[in-house]
């Protein structure tokens, strides 16, 4: 059957068989490096779900928890990350994760407003 | 005599050092056999990892935060099994673990260093320190540290290796290759470690002296006492001495001085930021006292924390704005609706609609401004009437303060300048009596295009150079003013934009606390005109 969801809409949540995948733009500074890739990989490993990524359209799929994997992919601004999860709170992991890279990582954190 | 060996190179961090050259320790080579089995070596390698972890975990404990975050990254990389992973064929296929180790690990770091982008290749040198921090670890060999005061020459410098270096007898960096982008450059910068990357490989003895000018962006091997002393004196105060100082300021390769501010959105952030770190608060926004309108009526409240950033800051300067609301800030009752949103009554255009508002505030400033340094930014000014009508405001207040005896100072008021036609007519406005580029907003109406808006992001990310010509406009006209002008916008807290800032003539910059560290070793590597260091002539 088609699906007659808009194909904007990128985050397809499917709650019941706890899969979850987004795609996000890495529009910010430095891309996923150093201090960035840690604080993802630490969030990423706060869920019990698999996090893993794809870069620029790869269809490799790395671990999202593992720093070493994250740090090879050459994750630049301007990549576009398609983050997917399997298992237990799959959909909250994937919120979680977008959010992050939407926020800076927390690198400007409380400094968000505008001047 | 020979003639001095001279070699250029870019400088990554600015200043003079003299000392004898200490040559970077080549990792001694790994033996190829392994005497046990592949699971002994595995074995090997876990306590080798393990140790590594220990050893940068206590290396953290006693660096800066800064520091600790770079070390932070490489205690993770340490921590994920797919370090292990990546050595795990080469033990298998019968690899001692000092061999599988440096193979898997030499394999990666090749990856990397081939990066396309600059940020991602400075990277290598992390993971070549993680690479060496276990290797000596196996071969029981630890990473040697080096004679204080002596100038390290070699192909790159880990950054464990630079945090654990006692660098208070001075003494320099010389790289062959190195980058100005990576965590070891950044750590000289905020120490005031004179550095010289991209020499390329050249010949010297270990001992010999050596002389780092990282003004000039050269390095002299054997110089003699009179090379020395005429550098040192052409460098003058900018060299040798050259100190990321505290206090706020911070200086150019070229000597301009630069003044830091804070950017304060919330009181508590008062907490948690270091008050020596900044010259004192160039923008306090009001807004958080907002989250109910009894607050924001409450002249006590407005008052105790206004008294609070002064503590904070000292003898230093704290500019407070008035509440900038409406636009996407409003307060329930108070306030544009959202159809008049950014183009509507926000700002000081509400403050005068409503002055209820702007009389609780003023009043709370003006009683505050008798305790300490205090400097009042009026929000979205647009003609130079509103200044007026709102200094008649504070007139008022103050008279009727006087009257009852409350103590009081009359503050300097200021304006934001963040609508384009005020940018553009700043001569017109002589009855401020400082300037503050707020240049998130004026980007958006520069560009008529909303901040908020992804379908229009391309032109919002766009006017970095429209607004540095409006800046560069507006500092010109300041200047003849003799009226004090700075950036209180969020581009004054990304390094990628200072080198455009500083080009325009700001000297002023308020940053988000958390940027200071990168802002401040960023302009610790540029000149006053903008352009970096770098290559010499």
Same mark, same amino acid.
């Given at each position: 059957?088609?699906?007659?969801?808009?194909?904007?809409?990128?985050?397809?949540?499917?709650?019941?068989?706890?899969?979850?995948?987004?795609?996000?733009?890495?529009?910010?500074?430095?891309?996923?490096?150093?201090?960035?890739?840690?604080?993802?990989?630490?969030?990423?490993?706060?869920?019990?779900?698999?996090?893993?990524?794809?870069?620029?359209?790869?269809?490799?799929?790395?671990?999202?928890?593992?720093?070493?994997?994250?740090?090879?992919?050459?994750?630049?601004?301007?990549?576009?990350?398609?983050?997917?999860?399997?298992?237990?709170?799959?959909?909250?992991?994937?919120?979680?994760?977008?959010?992050?890279?939407?926020?800076?990582?927390?690198?400007?954190?409380?400094?968000?407003?505008?001047? | 005599?020979?003639?001095?060996?001279?070699?250029?190179?870019?400088?990554?961090?600015?200043?003079?050092?003299?000392?004898?050259?200490?040559?970077?320790?080549?990792?001694?080579?790994?033996?190829?056999?392994?005497?046990?089995?592949?699971?002994?070596?595995?074995?090997?390698?876990?306590?080798?990892?393990?140790?590594?972890?220990?050893?940068?975990?206590?290396?953290?404990?006693?660096?800066?935060?800064?520091?600790?975050?770079?070390?932070?990254?490489?205690?993770?990389?340490?921590?994920?099994?797919?370090?292990?992973?990546?050595?795990?064929?080469?033990?298998?296929?019968?690899?001692?673990?000092?061999?599988?180790?440096?193979?898997?690990?030499?394999?990666?770091? #090749? =990856?990397? @260093?081939?990066?396309? *982008?600059?940020?991602?290749? $400075?990277?290598?040198? %992390?993971?070549?320190? &993680? +690479?060496?921090?276990?290797?000596?670890?196996?071969?029981?060999?630890?990473?040697?540290?080096?004679?204080?005061?002596?100038?390290?020459?070699?192909?790159?410098?880990?950054?464990?290796?630079?945090?654990?270096?006692?660098?208070?007898?001075?003494?320099?960096?010389?790289?062959?290759?190195?980058?100005?982008?990576?965590?070891?450059?950044?750590?000289?910068?905020?120490?005031?470690?004179?550095?010289?990357?991209?020499?390329?490989?050249?010949?010297?003895?270990?001992?010999?002296?050596?002389?780092?000018?990282?003004?000039?962006?050269?390095?002299?091997?054997?110089?003699?006492?009179?090379?020395?002393?005429?550098?040192?004196?052409?460098?003058?105060? #900018? =060299?040798? @001495?050259?100190?990321? *100082?505290?206090?706020?300021? $911070?200086?150019?390769? %070229?000597?301009?001085? &630069? +003044?830091?501010?804070?950017?304060?959105?919330?009181?508590?952030?008062?907490?948690?930021?270091?008050?020596?770190?900044?010259?004192?608060?160039?923008?306090?926004?009001?807004?958080?006292?907002?989250?109910?309108?009894?607050?924001?009526?409450?002249?006590?409240?407005?008052?105790?924390?206004?008294?609070?950033?002064?503590?904070?800051?000292?003898?230093?300067?704290?500019?407070?704005?008035?509440?900038?609301?409406?636009?996407?800030?409003?307060?329930?009752?108070?306030?544009?609706?959202?159809?008049?949103?950014?183009?509507?009554?926000?700002?000081?255009?509400?403050?005068?609609?409503?002055?209820?508002?702007?009389?609780?505030?003023?009043?709370?400033?003006?009683?505050? @401004?008798?305790?300490?340094?205090?400097?009042?930014?009026?929000?979205?000014?647009?003609?130079?009437?509103?200044?007026?009508?709102?200094?008649?405001?504070?007139?008022?207040?103050?008279?009727?303060?006087?009257?009852?005896?409350?103590?009081?100072?009359?503050?300097?008021?200021?304006?934001?300048?963040?609508?384009?036609?005020?940018?553009?007519?700043?001569?017109?406005?002589?009855?401020?009596?400082?300037?503050?580029?707020?240049?998130?907003?004026?980007?958006?109406?520069?560009?008529?295009?909303?901040?908020?808006?992804?379908?229009?992001?391309?032109?919002?990310?766009?006017?970095?150079?429209?607004?540095?010509?409006?800046?560069?406009?507006?500092?010109?006209?300041?200047?003849?003013?003799?009226?004090?002008?700075?950036?209180?916008?969020?581009?004054?807290?990304?390094?990628?934009?200072?080198?455009?800032?500083?080009?325009?003539?700001?000297?002023?910059?308020?940053?988000?606390?958390?940027?200071?560290?990168?802002?401040?070793?960023?302009?610790?590597?540029?000149?006053?005109?903008?352009?970096?260091?770098?290559?010499?002539?």
């Amino acid at each position: 059957m088609m699906d007659s969801r808009p194909r904007k809409e990128t985050t397809e949540v499917a709650e019941v068989h706890g899969y979850c995948q987004t795609e996000i733009e890495v529009t910010h500074g430095f891309g996923l490096h150093a201090r960035p890739s840690v604080t993802f990989t630490r969030l990423a490993k706060s869920f019990p779900c698999t996090v893993e990524i794809a870069v620029n359209g790869s269809d490799v799929w790395l671990n999202g928890k593992s720093i070493v994997k994250i740090m090879g992919a050459k994750i630049r601004r301007g990549s576009v990350l398609k983050i997917r999860a399997h298992g237990l709170r799959a959909a909250e992991a994937i919120v979680a994760l977008k959010a992050l890279i939407e926020r800076n990582f927390d690198e400007e954190k409380k400094h968000g407003r505008t001047a | 005599m020979a003639e001095p060996l001279e070699i250029a190179g870019i400088s990554a961090s600015p200043g003079i050092a003299v000392g004898p050259a200490h040559l970077a320790t080549q990792m001694a080579p790994v033996a190829v056999g392994s005497r046990n089995t592949s699971a002994a070596e595995r074995h090997d390698l876990q306590e080798a990892i393990a140790a590594a972890i220990a050893e940068l975990t206590a290396l953290a404990e006693r660096s800066d935060e800064e520091s600790a975050g770079i070390l932070d990254f490489q205690i993770e990389m340490l921590l994920d099994p797919a370090l292990m992973g990546i050595a795990e064929e080469r033990l298998a296929a019968g690899d001692g673990a000092a061999l599988a180790w440096v193979g898997a690990l030499d394999l990666y770091i #090749a =990856g990397i @260093a081939a990066a396309p *982008d600059e940020q991602v290749r $400075a990277r290598a040198v %992390d993971v070549i320190d &993680i +690479r060496n921090r276990v290797l000596g670890a196996l071969t029981g060999k630890p990473i040697g540290d080096f004679p204080p005061g002596s100038v390290f020459v070699g192909k790159d410098l880990e950054p464990s290796l630079f945090l654990a270096h006692d660098w208070t007898d001075g003494g320099g960096v010389v790289l062959f290759d190195g980058s100005v982008s990576s965590h070891v450059a950044m750590l000289a910068r905020t120490r005031s470690i004179p550095m010289v990357v991209a020499t390329g490989p050249f010949e010297i003895d270990g001992g010999e002296r050596v002389l780092v000018d990282a003004i000039a962006a050269t390095v002299v091997v054997a110089p003699d006492d009179t090379r020395i002393r005429k550098t040192e004196a052409r460098a003058g105060p #900018a =060299g040798a @001495a050259v100190k990321l *100082d505290a206090g706020g300021l $911070a200086h150019t390769i %070229d000597g301009a001085e &630069i +003044r830091l501010s804070a950017i304060i959105n919330d009181p508590a952030e008062l907490a948690v930021v270091d008050a020596s770190s900044f010259a004192g608060i160039g923008l306090m926004r009001t807004e958080f006292l907002v989250g109910s309108p009894a607050n924001a009526l409450n002249e006590e409240k407005h008052y105790a924390i206004y008294r609070e950033a002064l503590r904070w800051a000292g003898a230093a300067p704290v500019t407070i704005r008035m509440l900038d609301l409406g636009g996407d800030k409003t307060l329930p009752g108070i306030g544009g609706k959202s159809s008049d949103s950014f183009m509507g009554l926000r700002g000081v255009r509400l403050l005068l609609a409503r002055p209820e508002l702007a009389r609780v505030q003023a009043r709370a400033l003006l009683r505050a @401004a008798a305790h300490g340094n205090l400097e009042v930014l009026l929000p979205m000014i647009t003609v130079p009437g509103e200044i007026d009508a709102m200094r008649a405001i504070f007139e008022e207040e103050a008279a009727d303060l006087l009257r009852r005896g409350t103590e009081i100072r009359m503050p300097e008021i200021g304006m934001m300048v963040e609508v384009p036609a005020a940018a553009l007519t700043l001569d017109g406005f002589s009855n401020a009596a400082f300037f503050s580029f707020g240049t998130n907003d004026l980007a958006q109406y520069v560009m008529a295009a909303a901040r908020g808006s992804s379908a229009v992001a391309g032109l919002y990310d766009a006017a970095a150079p429209v607004v540095c010509r409006l800046i560069a406009q507006g500092v010109e006209r300041a200047n003849a003013m003799k009226r004090p002008i700075g950036i209180c916008g969020e581009m004054a807290s990304d390094p990628r934009h200072l080198p455009a800032l500083l080009a325009a003539g700001l000297r002023h910059f308020s940053v988000a606390p958390n940027c200071i560290a990168d802002v401040r070793s960023a302009i610790a590597g540029l000149r006053s005109n903008g352009l970096p260091a770098a290559e010499r002539n």
